[in-house]
């Protein structure tokens, strides 16, 4: 077999066999294919796309490229959850907890975040003492005996996937829905789960800006879940505004808590009760999405999810009393007021901006190596939609320095006031199940 010829066969329009794809991506992970002619290939893929076929089989051959996580010693049906990406994006902090107290068992790989905020682990971390460092065998034993542990992410998962995701990026291959939708699925089967449901972000502040694409992006990895196995589900969810109102670590674990005690923001406690309701269903411990619904809101009502939270993180060695008293959380030394200019409604605040916004307050990394600062971060005050005053706050700044200046302008920048009121955007668009 030639590497040669089988890009000549998908620049034609041909579909490359099981074979084919897997002597591709073993040569590749090895070197004995060179980084040129992979190019090559991912650019046909680009303008001839793949298969469900070809794309289960991509799929596939990156999973056994590294390690597989074996979760088959944890009882139940284990659910994982993934984001697509986006602005204070704080889902798995209330998810974990939420779901587990109503029995589905939660074994979630995590990983540190590089962008506006830091990842789930970085968020977790605000915590004192709470620490992901756990081997297998802890891991496996504390999801049986709590139904939820986080784990850091292994080191040799999917390393076919990370090469050939470092490729794209310097080649102009990254907007392939094949070529993404594998890459994402890859990860999530590697890490054992027995069913995924997919949170795809659409809008300003999200990877897929525009509705269509990011349908068919969902469809691609529902298709893919099925067509290997794993009970696969996504939902389409608004990404053109920060979901909930925190952007920053200890304020978005500091939302969470709010959020698992029935108070926190209506738009990222309802994203959670959808998500949550398919996690529930797929672990089939309730027959209906009404019926799941119903015992996630009793969760919260009883204080169970609040408390499933303080177990899940004394078990990892954090300071659970930071669930009643969340002024234990790392604390910002100033805080600045954002004022509105005139009156009006809020009609815009453009998601990736703002999040570049925290950035620069050090929430955030910009590169491998920065170092995020725990404590700072924005806490919006108005969302789209909201009637605001002049002099009105917009966002509260928290910070580790004086001058904000930079901060501000961008935000200003980027949150805009009409005089006509403006519709709030729709935060639910569309669940794919098939």
Request: aromatic share 4%; charged share 25%.
């Amino acid at each position: 077999m030639r590497m040669v010829d089988l890009i000549e066969k998908k620049r034609d329009g041909h579909e490359l066999t099981t074979e084919e794809i897997n002597f591709i991506i073993k040569g590749y992970t090895e070197g004995s294919i060179p980084d040129y002619q992979v190019s090559a290939l991912t650019m046909a893929i680009i303008f001839r796309g793949m298969s469900e076929q070809e794309r289960a089989d991509l799929t596939m051959a990156m999973v056994e490229s590294g390690d597989q996580i074996d979760l088959s010693q944890i009882n139940g049906i284990k659910v994982d959850k993934h984001s697509t990406g986006g602005v204070g994006d704080t889902t798995t902090l209330v998810l974990g907890p939420l779901v587990a107290s109503v029995g589905v068992p939660v074994a979630k790989m995590s990983g540190r975040g590089l962008g506006h905020t830091g990842g789930t682990i970085d968020k977790l971390e605000s915590v004192k003492g709470f620490h992901v460092e756990l081997d297998n065998n802890k891991f496996i034993e504390l999801v049986n005996k709590n139904k939820l542990a986080v784990i850091g992410q292994s080191g040799n998962l999917t390393p076919a996937d990370k090469k050939l995701y470092a490729l794209r990026d310097v080649t102009g291959t990254v907007e392939s829905i094949p070529l993404i939708a594998s890459s994402i699925m890859s990860k999530k089967i590697a890490a054992g789960a027995d069913a995924i449901v997919l949170d795809v972000k659409t809008g300003a502040g999200a990877f897929m800006k525009t509705l269509e694409d990011s349908r068919e992006l969902a469809k691609a990895m529902v298709r893919i879940g099925r067509n290997v196995g794993r009970k696969t589900m996504a939902v389409i969810s608004d990404m053109s505004q920060p979901l909930g109102y925190a952007i920053g670590n200890a304020l978005e674990v500091k939302e969470a808590i709010d959020t698992l005690k029935g108070e926190g923001p209506e738009d990222l406690t309802e994203l959670c009760l959808t998500l949550g309701s398919y996690m529930v269903l797929l672990a089939e411990k309730a027959t209906t999405l009404k019926e799941a619904r119903v015992l996630l809101e009793n969760a919260i009502k009883d204080g169970s999810a609040l408390e499933k939270l303080k177990v899940f993180l004394s078990s990892q060695g954090g300071d659970a009393s930071v669930v009643e008293d969340p002024s234990k959380l790392p604390q910002a030394q100033y805080t600045f007021e954002l004022e509105a200019k005139q009156d009006g409604y809020v009609s815009e605040i453009t998601a990736n901006e703002v999040g570049t916004a925290a950035m620069l307050l050090g929430a955030g990394r910009a590169t491998k190596d920065s170092v995020i600062d725990l404590a700072v971060g924005l806490v919006l005050r108005k969302k789209i939609g909201d009637q605001v005053k002049q002099g009105e706050s917009l966002v509260t700044i928290y910070s580790n320095f004086e001058d904000v200046s930079e901060v501000r302008k961008k935000l200003y920048e980027h949150i805009k006031i009409s005089a006509s009121k403006v519709e709030q955007p729709i935060l639910i668009h569309e669940a794919i199940t098939e």
